[in-house]
């Protein structure tokens, strides 16, 4: 089974990194091993739409993920409906701020089957499982992920996902939570309690 993650970043810069599309990967990589094969594929707004489509179809992949922001959500809904139109066989699934912040939305768009909200790695990992193992029972179209505990998951980095030597900077994630109550920002409204790594991962790191 082949799956693909990709972003859409505003450009190339120091903060294009795919940090969360990486985890991901990272997390299906420690469950399944040599059982799947993952990716990770950046994409930019300035590229045209076939441009994209033909990066995230390189792979053929059996499922898509996109990790969903303010600045490409409106691009990444029209890749996943050419997706669906070139390639109808593939899991389409969506997750991030966006996603988390107005899941009701998405489910309305007919080209996407899984919507997750929350953080996604223990979410992602179930979710291949039911589509490997045929007689699984599916979820439901929403998954509310459960949080993770943070130290049983892999390290994006050193588990090879995300090379810094191919980026202009680096995004490195020390916790998780806000205990802060900003309007702009969604991420007031997710867990409030921080939740740190373990520091032997932060040191490998």
Known sequence: MQCTFTTIHIRPSTRSVPLASA???AALRADYGD?????VVDLYLEQPGAEQLAAVLANAPDLLGFSIYLWNRRESLALAEMVRSSRPETVIVVGGPEVSADPGTFAETGCIDYIIT???ERAICSLVGTIIEPQAQHPERVIHAELPDLRGLPSPY???ILDPGQYEG???????GCPFNCAFCYEARGESRIRRYDESRIRAE
């Open 118 to 120: 929350g953080e996604g």
């Open 23 to 25: 985890s991901l990967a």
């Open 35 to 39: 059982d799947l094969s993952v990716s």
């Open 170 to 176: 680096i995004i490195w994630e020390l916790s998780r």
């Open 158 to 160: 050193l588990t090879g």
